[in-house]
């Protein structure tokens, strides 16, 4: 079975500053992908963004990019030029890529609570 | 284009009562799937829909069951609660190809 680990139950960061957020997984699978969702008190889960295990470039969404180090199971978040409004519950997740009923589940990490100080 | 809807936003129960909680996917998917988010965790798969049918189940008793009908809305029912049910339930929709999973709001469901 997948696990997802997120070692850092809290972070915080100066507005405008960058942090990044750690999350490792464990998986015998080749092909997977990898997923960050923003949780606000909203409470509804956001994509924030995706990575494609089979794709050696790091994903980019704006100011919002990983370092996924397949070999070491490690995929991190930076958030660069942080606002406030990227407060929130950040969760690591883990879905396989292979067809079939089973597979398509999300596997979540416990989330870390990051914190933007004005 | 509404998004995933959930009903109600919170629901208050006793122990040993049952309950029904309901999700409509977005506009053009035919999958859900339910989660259980404790309180301070990541939330935990329960199960997924798909042609009416449960597709995967993840490791939940079967308190837990569902339902999806053919507009591809959804239910999750539980029963003969406990405490330890109380959770936010979030509900997510995709189509059945791997694909993103869009989730709804959650419903807040706290036993007492």
């Known amino acids: 079975a997948q696990t997802v680990t997120q070692s850092q139950p809290e972070m915080s960061v100066q507005e405008a500053e960058t942090v990044t957020l750690s999350c490792t997984y464990d998986t015998s699978e080749s092909d997977y992908y990898l997923f960050w969702y923003k949780q606000p008190p909203s409470r509804q889960m956001i994509l924030v963004i995706r990575?494609?295990?089979?794709?050696?470039q790091n994903a980019t969404e704006n100011r919002f990019s990983v370092n996924f180090q397949k070999a070491a199971k490690s995929f991190s978040l930076k958030i660069s030029d942080s606002q406030l409004g990227d407060a929130a519950m950040y969760f690591c997740?883990?879905?396989?890529?292979?067809?079939?009923?089973?597979?398509?589940?999300?596997?979540f990490g416990k989330g870390t609570l990051l914190t933007v100080n004005p | 284009d509404a998004g995933v809807t959930q009903s109600p936003t919170h629901l208050i129960k006793t122990r040993g009562q049952q309950v029904t909680l309901r999700c409509s996917p977005k506009?053009?998917?035919?999958?859900v799937s339910w989660y259980q988010q404790a309180l301070g965790q990541g939330p935990q798969f329960i199960f997924q829909?798909?042609?009416?049918?449960?597709?995967q189940r993840g490791n939940f008793p079967d308190r837990f069951s569902g339902h999806q009908y053919p507009n591809y809305s959804s239910e999750l029912n539980v029963n003969a609660l406990l405490l330890g049910d109380s959770a936010l339930y979030l509900c997510?929709?995709?189509?059945?190809?791997?694909?993103?999973?869009?989730f709804g709001a959650g419903t807040r469901l706290s036993v007492l």
């Open positions: 990575q494609e295990a089979y794709k050696q």
């Open positions: 997740a883990y879905r396989s890529a292979y067809s079939g009923g089973s597979n398509y589940k999300l596997t």
């Open positions: 506009s053009g998917h035919d999958t």
């Open positions: 829909y798909y042609e009416e049918e449960e597709r």
């Open positions: 997510a929709s995709s189509f059945f190809s791997p694909s993103r999973q869009y």
